[in-house]
């Protein structure tokens, strides 16, 4: 019997890949829908909410719709779905979402670092690299261009990681960024968070809040 791979995304069942059966539909809150359906329509979704809100399900759920529409309705003719999960910092945060995502793709990863938080998947035609930063040594990785970054606990990302290494990774990709995190008065983000938040409302420079 083949290994079954199950993920939802509107009931389609999805090519075989290394003997997995993958069943795809996400069934997320109202609330994760509408910042998917926000993601695939603006530059820069940015989103506060609650701790208990599910920001991980949440970048997952956009993950896998844009991966799965990726060369066809979004970014047509390309091969290679370029995606970013940052994070705060490496050894607290993004090493343990890797270990998240390395576990849920398992049947269709094609290789993988655990040093450099990478991971490589295919699904049929379909390819992905997934990268898993640590803003704390944001320089690192600048150069990188991306097809999405997801940001998460924002308000602990200093600007600079934002504006100069992140929003320059999305040219000549026509790349988008979803950033989200929970609001507080303290951490080194605060403000640039805040900021583009109150972009997003006034709907400026391809923000949406």
């Not at 970013?84 to 990863?109: F, G, M, Q, S, V």
């Not at 000549?172 to 080194?188: A, F, K, Y």
């Amino acid at each position: 019997m083949p290994k079954t791979f199950t993920l939802t995304l509107n009931g389609e069942p999805a090519e075989p890949h290394n003997g997995a059966v993958a069943s795809l539909r996400v069934n997320g809150e109202g609330g994760q829908r509408r910042i998917i359906r926000a993601c695939l329509e603006h530059f820069i979704v940015v989103c506060a909410f609650g701790r208990s809100f599910g920001k991980t399900l949440t970048a997952f759920f956009l993950f896998w719709e844009e991966f799965r529409q990726f060369g066809d309705t979004l970014w047509p003719g390309e091969k290679t779905y370029d995606f970013a999960y940052c994070a705060p910092t490496r050894a607290n945060h993004a090493i343990k979402e890797y270990r998240k995502w390395k576990d849920l793709l398992k049947p269709l990863i094609t290789w993988h670092s655990d040093v450099e938080l990478t991971l490589h998947i295919q699904l049929g035609n379909k390819r992905a690299i997934l990268d898993f930063w640590g803003l704390d040594e944001h320089d690192s990785h600048r150069g990188a261009r991306k097809h999405r970054i997801v940001i998460d606990e924002a308000k602990d990302v200093v600007e600079a990681a934002f504006s100069a290494t992140l929003m320059p990774m999305t040219l000549g990709r026509n790349g988008r960024l979803l950033v989200q995190g929970t609001p507080s008065r303290w951490g080194r983000g605060n403000a640039w968070f805040k900021a583009a938040f109150q972009f997003g409302q006034k709907r400026q420079d391809g923000y949406f809040s």
